[in-house]
């Protein structure tokens, strides 16, 4: 399969900010005044540093690593390791088709009881996916794999997102009540504000932008982009989405690149990493400005967030333009993913969360 072209990552300057000149020169005598100025400032900068030590915030600043909730994981070629529930896997180099066959098996994860709700999806995030992906045959027995391994991570990035976006509803509700926010949750707003690349004082803008992607889109794009797993780009990068960088290291050359070109596929360490970023590309690009708009409608209507209906607003994902936006939507029709839209991973029972 052609790898697809798409848009690069978020607009962000690798440029680094430069340290401006002390305003204070060491021959001028301070006031008293001025001493205990620089001493209040030297003291609040404290509290917020200790603040943000003692409670950061949430996903914003955390990176939970590769989790497997049970079940026999197996390496290329090497033994088994039996992970008990809520331990923490260890980092895979390469695992088989058959090994997390076994592993989906002894969690009874099943597509279709997860839709009927019946049963909810678990915690289970891969770091990578399967050498061998390309091996499966039967085209519909690789798509249940291909969906089965992405679905946890999909859900547990908007369940990141939707946790932030949660505190920051709190937020505002308690600023349009007159009340004022204490150290650490105006660090928090600093700190999303940033990484959403608005202005920490416009939270209307903030709240468009920190939203969730629904599975069935996020399913179909990672489905063509990745060719279902088994592209160079999702096996040798965890690249699911084949987002670009201009990096000049530490990524992937794509094979056919046309002369002149400097981009690369970026590439992460892991499957998570790169549904996390991917998420981050359409909440904060500019070429998906229309995307944000139209979920912030359905928002606003009260309705349900749809794929297929938002696919048509990521025409600048992929050169191909308007037949890529035909492209997710087949996808997402002719597999049924937008009932994956309402699917919720397993609640975190005492048992099987991590140990500190």
Known sequence: MSEPPSVGEPGESNRRRERAPSAISDDIEMTPFQHCSLGALGAMTGLLFTAALVQPPTALTSAPRAMFEAGVVTDAGGPGWRAGAGALARPLRRHTVHALSETFAGLDYDLESVISGEAEVPRLFLASLPVDMGAIRETEARKGLFFKAVLPLVLQANEEIRADRGRLWDLRFRLRAGEKLDAVDRLWLMVAADRYGVNAEDLDALARRMDVVPPSLALAQAAIE?????????????????????????????????????????AFDSLLDSVRAYMRNLNTHRSYRAFREARSRMRRDGAPLDGSLLAGHLDRYSGKGETYVAMIRATIGGNGLGRFDDTRLRYPTRASRPSA
Do not use: C, I, M, Y
């Open 226 to 266: 990745s060719g279902w797993g088994t592209s160079r780009f999702a096996l040798e990068g965890n690249a699911l989405f084949g987002q670009w960088t201009f990096s000049a290291t530490g990524d992937l050359v794509p094979l056919r690149r046309e002369p002149g070109k400097t981009h690369r596929v970026r």
